[in-house]
């Protein structure tokens, strides 16, 4: 095909869930391609000699390569190329910001859209789980050589999934009761259906990675226990951000007031969206608020449609160009009936008699100056102050660093948010110590999280041979 | 899956339960807990750790019969549970303070054990007082005895010990110019309150144990939040013991009851329903 008639296919749709349908249940809302469509979509691709999307990738996957093993039909192989340098593509096809990565620098997208990357790395991993075409890949010769990998995020597993490969004895130790981090907690299963985290934990643990559930580091055990009781010779720290953020403002302690990390564990982890049958309940909001501009505050915002809310406002104080959210996201809330209330900030909650509330109290912004990371900082509006009816109210404002494990880690270096400081390859001021993920940057995404884990996996690799 | 030891009624409504979880049974330390899981499909359940054996790997907890969750575990007739998480939450330090009052009520007469010994075994002089409405419900004796300088027991109905609770003993203790140092209540939110109600103008340094509802246990949702000295802390990381001064009450009693609708119509559907079988 030459480059005129591949310039006339159209970027091709997925099918998706009826808005209407879907913001009753949690199924997932992309329905995925088929065969057909996705060898359609495969050849838009013009095999550039200097491939930009790669460079917009953050584990240079090798998109054209494997955009033309799906022309060929050898799905399964299109697969493992993806596989060379990204571990969760059934993931990463679903929740990578493609629009501001791969997609973004896909030359097609000067003219006219890119090429679907994100879906097509989808697709191949699907059809490779689906059809059982995954193969437990070769492991080099056992080294006798432990590693312990703390917290199974999406930066724990790539490291554990690395290292295992290489000979090593792997334990990841989770605190939480299911492995998988942020993806079995906090992102819903209409996005990332839980079935497919599982799949991506079953493949480790298949290649004897050792799971070890309910075990929280710092509490259970101290890091020093793992070296000097358990024998391990090096230790990953994945345990990601997970510090609820709040505002600080009046009536935030009030009933029905939920920090995002909450409410999405409450419906992700414990499933309350299936009460009482799954016994850990979840407050009913009829109107719900949700504060910010992210991902979780869009996640946020569609458990709560999920659960029956007839009205779900996000309130966020900047401007929709700043969100912060994948696009698709954004576009799916708005099509499912979210309503976005922009440029506002809330600025006291009110409660009834019982302490749940009842309003929000918010002020209009407009954008002012660049603040530091580069985006027109809001600034409230004098006198601009409104009230806004509510019965329940999730703060979606972002994560910090939980200090339960560092705390009892004195000699780890941390930055003065309370991050762990690493180099480039995850080393940390200890001895023997790496660590990865958003535990380090602060929350990101989880391909940086996993690029983390890769480059701490090959740092632990030489450190242990070479005991640099 | 946790090996339930042995479970037993100890007075109606009120269970011993004792599993074995040698990891948590070596770390343990006085005013720490544990979440548990019944299945899959449970709540994560705190329960506060009454005594632990590291030799054996025991654990021991006392839990109440209040809703669903509790009954499930109450009739539970596996051996296994799914989990055991901990020990978890900040140990009160047990260093020599002079004379120290420790009362505990309903749980709490399991859970004040652990500090009663620690604080002893410290060199101070212990004062246990324990409540409950009648004195079939009194349990635990022998073991806070054991580690108490004075021991004294109060029934609501005067069934046994003095009449009345441990608030009104405290209160009494203090009308008689009685030396006290520090105070530790434990029981429920109520039973605390009013027991500092009893202490907090008196120079007595007074702790109790929150019991807000909790979700992850591990500082990563923010569901235990607490009021305290005017800053928002979690009490599954910072607490779950604070000073009572600092304390705001109100804003506890109201977020623990966020829930009480639909749980008080679930365990009701429950309970008939398990009746009919
Ligand atoms: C609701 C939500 C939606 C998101 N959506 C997207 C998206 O669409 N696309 C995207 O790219 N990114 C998204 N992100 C961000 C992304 O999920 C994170 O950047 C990524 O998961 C970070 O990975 P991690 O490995 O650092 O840690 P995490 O995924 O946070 O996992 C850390 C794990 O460590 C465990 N742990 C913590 N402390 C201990 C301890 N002391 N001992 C043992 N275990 C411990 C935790 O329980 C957890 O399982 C989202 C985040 C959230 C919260
Ligand atoms: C740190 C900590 C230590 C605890 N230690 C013990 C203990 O040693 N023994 C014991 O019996 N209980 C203890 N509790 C309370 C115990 O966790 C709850 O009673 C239990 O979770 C209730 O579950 P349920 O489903 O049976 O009842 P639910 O149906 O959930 O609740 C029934 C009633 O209990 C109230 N309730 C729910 N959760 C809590 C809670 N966390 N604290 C207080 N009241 C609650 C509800 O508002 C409702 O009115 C502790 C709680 C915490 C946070
Ligand atoms: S930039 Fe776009 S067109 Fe070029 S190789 Fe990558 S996916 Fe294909
Ligand atoms: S229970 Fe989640 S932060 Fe305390």
């Given at each position: 095909?030459?480059?005129?008639?591949?310039?006339?296919?159209?970027?091709?749709?997925?099918?998706?869930?009826?808005?209407?349908?879907?913001?009753?249940?949690?199924?997932?809302?992309?329905?995925g391609?088929?065969?057909?469509?996705?060898?359609l979509?495969?050849?838009?691709?013009?095999?550039?000699?200097?491939?930009?999307?790669?460079?917009?990738?953050?584990?240079?996957?090798?998109?054209?390569?494997?955009?033309?093993?799906?022309?060929?039909?050898?799905?399964?192989?299109?697969?493992?190329?993806?596989?060379?340098?990204?571990?969760?593509?059934?993931?990463?096809?679903?929740?990578?910001?493609?629009?501001?990565?791969?997609?973004?620098?896909?030359?097609?997208?000067?003219?006219?859209?890119?090429?679907?990357?994100?879906?097509?790395?989808?697709?191949?991993?699907?059809?490779?789980?689906?059809?059982?075409?995954?193969?437990?890949?070769?492991?080099?010769?056992?080294?006798?050589?432990k590693?312990?990998?703390?917290?199974?995020?999406?930066s724990?597993?790539?490291?554990?999934?690395?290292?295992?490969?290489?000979?090593?004895?792997?334990?990841?130790?989770?605190a939480?009761?299911?492995?998988?981090?942020?993806?079995?907690?906090?992102?819903?299963?209409?996005?990332?259906?839980?079935?497919?985290?599982?799949?991506?934990?079953?493949?480790?643990?298949?290649?004897?990675?050792?799971?070890?559930?309910?075990?929280?580091?710092?509490?259970?055990?101290?890091?020093?226990?793992?070296?000097?009781?358990?024998?391990?010779?090096?230790?990953?720290?994945?345990?990601?951000?997970g510090?609820?953020?709040?505002?600080?403002?009046?009536?935030?302690?009030?009933?029905?007031?939920y920090?995002?990390?909450?409410?999405?564990?409450r419906?992700?982890?414990?499933?309350?969206?299936l009460?009482?049958?799954?016994?850990t309940p979840?407050?009913?909001?009829?109107?719900?608020?949700?504060?910010?501009?992210?991902?979780?505050?869009?996640?946020?915002?569609?458990?709560?449609?999920?659960?029956?809310?007839?009205?779900?406002?996000?309130?966020?104080?900047?401007?929709?160009?700043?969100?912060?959210?994948?696009?698709?996201?954004?576009?799916?809330?708005?099509?499912?009936?979210?309503i976005?209330?922009?440029?506002?900030?809330?600025?006291?909650?009110?409660?009834?008699?019982?302490?749940?509330?009842?309003?929000?109290?918010?002020?209009?912004?407009?954008?002012?100056?660049p603040?530091?990371?580069?985006?027109?900082?809001?600034?409230?509006?004098?006198?601009?102050?409104?009230?806004?009816?509510?019965?329940?109210?999730i703060?979606?404002?972002?994560?910090?660093?939980?200090p339960?494990?560092?705390?009892?880690?004195?000699?780890?270096?941390?930055?003065?948010?309370g991050?762990?400081?690493?180099?480039?390859?995850?080393?940390?001021?200890?001895?023997?110590?790496?660590?990865?993920?958003?535990?380090?940057?602060?929350?990101?995404?989880?391909?940086?999280?996993?690029?983390?884990?890769?480059?701490?996996?090959?740092?632990?690799?030489?450190?242990?041979?070479?005991?640099? | 899956?946790?090996?339930?030891?042995?479970?037993?009624?100890?007075?109606?409504?009120?269970?011993?339960?004792?599993?074995?979880?040698?990891?948590?049974?070596?770390?343990?330390?006085?005013?720490?807990?544990?979440?548990?899981?019944?299945?899959?499909?449970?709540?994560?359940?705190?329960?506060?750790?009454?005594?632990?054996?590291?030799?054996?790997?025991?654990?021991?907890?006392?839990?109440?019969?209040?809703?669903?969750?509790?009954?499930?575990?109450?009739?539970?007739?596996?051996?296994?549970?799914?989990?055991?998480?901990?020990?978890?939450?900040?140990?009160?330090?047990?260093?020599?303070?002079?004379?120290?009052?420790?009362?505990?009520?309903?749980y709490?007469?399991?859970?004040?054990?652990?500090?009663?010994?620690?604080?002893?075994?410290?060199?101070?002089?212990?004062?246990?007082?324990?409540?409950?409405?009648?004195?079939?419900?009194?349990?635990?004796?022998?073991?806070?005895?054991?580690?108490?300088?004075?021991?004294?027991?109060?029934?609501?109905?005067?069934?046994?010990?003095?009449?009345?609770?441990?608030?009104?003993?405290?209160?009494?203790?203090?009308?008689?110019?009685?030396?006290?140092?520090?105070?530790y209540?434990?029981?429920?939110?109520?039973?605390?309150?009013?027991?500092?109600?009893?202490?907090?103008?008196?120079?007595?340094?007074?702790?109790?144990?929150?019991?807000?509802?909790?979700?992850?246990?591990?500082?990563?949702?923010?569901?235990?939040?607490?009021?305290?000295?005017?800053?928002?802390?979690?009490?599954?990381?910072?607490?779950?013991?604070?000073?009572?001064?600092?304390?705001?009450?109100?804003?506890?009693?109201?977020?623990?009851?966020?829930?009480?609708?639909?749980?008080?119509?679930?365990?009701?559907?429950?309970?008939?329903?398990?009746?009919?079988?």
């Amino acid at each position: 095909m030459d480059v005129k008639e591949k310039l006339k296919i159209s970027r091709q749709k997925m099918p998706e869930q009826d808005p209407s349908v879907r913001a009753k249940n949690f199924m997932e809302v992309p329905l995925g391609f088929s065969t057909k469509t996705a060898q359609l979509e495969a050849q838009r691709c013009l095999n550039c000699k200097i491939p930009k999307c790669k460079e917009g990738c953050p584990v240079y996957v090798k998109i054209p390569e494997f955009l033309k093993l799906i022309v060929e039909g050898d799905f399964a192989a299109a697969a493992r190329k993806i596989k060379e340098t990204n571990a969760l593509p059934a993931v990463c096809g679903r929740v990578c910001p493609q629009e501001s990565q791969c997609e973004a620098t896909c030359i097609l997208g000067k003219k006219g859209d890119p090429v679907a990357i994100g879906r097509l790395e989808r697709f191949v991993a699907d059809y490779e789980r689906e059809n059982n075409l995954i193969k437990i890949p070769k492991k080099q010769p056992a080294k006798n050589k432990k590693v312990a990998v703390v917290g199974s995020g999406p930066s724990g597993l790539t490291v554990a999934g690395d290292l295992i490969k290489l000979g090593y004895d792997v334990t990841i130790f989770e605190a939480l009761h299911k492995p998988g981090g942020v993806l079995i907690y906090g992102i819903p299963e209409f996005r990332l259906p839980k079935a497919i985290v599982e799949a991506e934990v079953d493949y480790l643990v298949k290649q004897g990675v050792k799971l070890k559930l309910n075990k929280v580091i710092g509490a259970s055990r101290t890091v020093e226990d793992l070296f000097k009781r358990d024998g391990f010779d090096a230790v990953f720290l994945g345990v990601g951000a997970g510090l609820p953020r709040f505002m600080n403002i009046e009536g935030e302690n009030l009933s029905n007031v939920y920090s995002a990390n909450e409410y999405l564990t409450r419906i992700n982890l414990m499933k309350a969206y299936l009460y009482p049958e799954h016994y850990t309940p979840i407050a009913l909001g009829r109107n719900v608020t949700v504060v910010g501009g992210g991902n979780v505050t869009m996640d946020s915002a569609r458990c709560a449609l999920r659960t029956g809310a007839q009205k779900v406002t996000i309130v966020y104080r900047r401007a929709r160009e700043q969100m912060p959210a994948r696009g698709e996201e954004i576009h799916h809330a708005e099509e499912e009936g979210i309503i976005l209330k922009l440029l506002n900030n809330p600025v006291e909650l009110i409660g009834d008699e019982k302490g749940a509330v009842k309003k929000m109290r918010c002020i209009k912004m407009k954008l002012g100056e660049p603040d530091e990371s580069g985006r027109k900082r809001p600034v409230p509006i004098e006198g601009s102050e409104f009230t806004l009816n509510t019965d329940l109210v999730i703060m979606g404002i972002g994560a910090g660093a939980n200090p339960l494990l560092t705390s009892t880690m004195p000699d780890l270096e941390l930055n003065k948010w309370g991050y762990i400081v690493a180099d480039e390859n995850g080393r940390t001021s200890m001895e023997g110590i790496w660590a990865g993920g958003d535990i380090v940057t602060g929350s990101a995404t989880v391909i940086q999280a996993m690029g983390a884990g890769k480059q701490a996996a090959k740092a632990i690799d030489s450190y242990i041979k070479s005991g640099k | 899956m946790y090996e339930i030891i042995s479970k037993t009624e100890v007075v109606p409504n009120i269970y011993e339960l004792i599993i074995k979880a040698p990891e948590i049974a070596e770390k343990a330390k006085p005013g720490q807990f544990v979440i548990l899981m019944i299945d899959e499909a449970g709540e994560r359940l705190p329960f506060t750790l009454s005594d632990w054996d590291a030799k054996k790997g025991a654990i021991t907890i006392y839990f109440l019969e209040v809703g669903l969750s509790t009954m499930t575990l109450a009739r539970l007739d596996k051996k296994n549970i799914s989990a055991v998480i901990g020990p978890l939450g900040k140990p009160v330090s047990a260093e020599k303070f002079g004379t120290i009052v420790l009362g505990g009520g309903c749980y709490g007469i399991g859970g004040i054990y652990p500090i009663v010994k620690a604080l002893k075994e410290a060199g101070n002089t212990v004062i246990t007082i324990i409540e409950a409405r009648s004195s079939y419900l009194l349990y635990n004796k022998e073991k806070l005895r054991k580690y108490s300088d004075r021991f004294i027991v109060t029934t609501g109905d005067g069934t046994k010990g003095e009449k009345g609770k441990v608030h009104d003993v405290v209160k009494i203790m203090i009308k008689r110019k009685e030396k006290i140092n520090r105070a530790y209540f434990i029981g429920c939110t109520f039973m605390m309150m009013n027991c500092f109600n009893e202490t907090k103008n008196h120079d007595i340094t007074t702790f109790v144990a929150l019991s807000p509802i909790m979700v992850d246990g591990t500082g990563m949702c923010g569901c235990c939040r607490c009021l305290v000295d005017g800053e928002t802390k979690f009490a599954c990381v910072d607490g779950p013991i604070f000073e009572a001064k600092d304390i705001d009450w109100d804003i506890l009693f109201k977020r623990n009851a966020a829930y009480s609708q639909q749980e008080a119509m679930i365990y009701q559907f429950h309970s008939c329903e398990s009746r009919e079988v």
